[in-house]
């Protein structure tokens, strides 16, 4: 059974958390929009956070490469064989949190 939810009048506290992201102008990936990219032919998906060149890639678990620039940012992410691994990888859900 179930306890019910019992409503008061009681005044509630409330603070303002400062905004801790830094101004648009300041982040690291401001200039380009990031992009998703598939492959049919390659059963490859990408999302490229980033515009600069690849230096090297990682392979960060079975069918995942991760891509890094020279000063070692993260500027990309593969997906191999993506058919197997997304339910549909010509279907981008997008979402702000």
Avoid at 20 to 26: A, I, R, S
Avoid at 43 to 59: E, F, G, I, P, Y
């Amino acid at each position: 059974m179930r306890k019910r939810i019992r409503y008061t009048n009681e005044p509630m506290e409330f603070r303002v958390i400062p905004d801790f992201l830094p101004p648009p102008e300041k982040l690291r990936f401001r200039q380009a929009a990031a992009r998703m990219t598939y492959d049919s032919k390659k059963d490859m998906l990408r999302l490229q956070l980033s515009n600069a060149s690849v230096a090297r890639t990682v392979k960060a678990a079975p069918g995942v490469v991760l891509e890094y620039d020279d000063p070692g940012n993260l500027t990309g992410i593969q997906v191999l064989k993506a058919s197997k691994r997304v339910a549909n990888p010509r279907i981008l859900e997008f979402a702000v949190a």
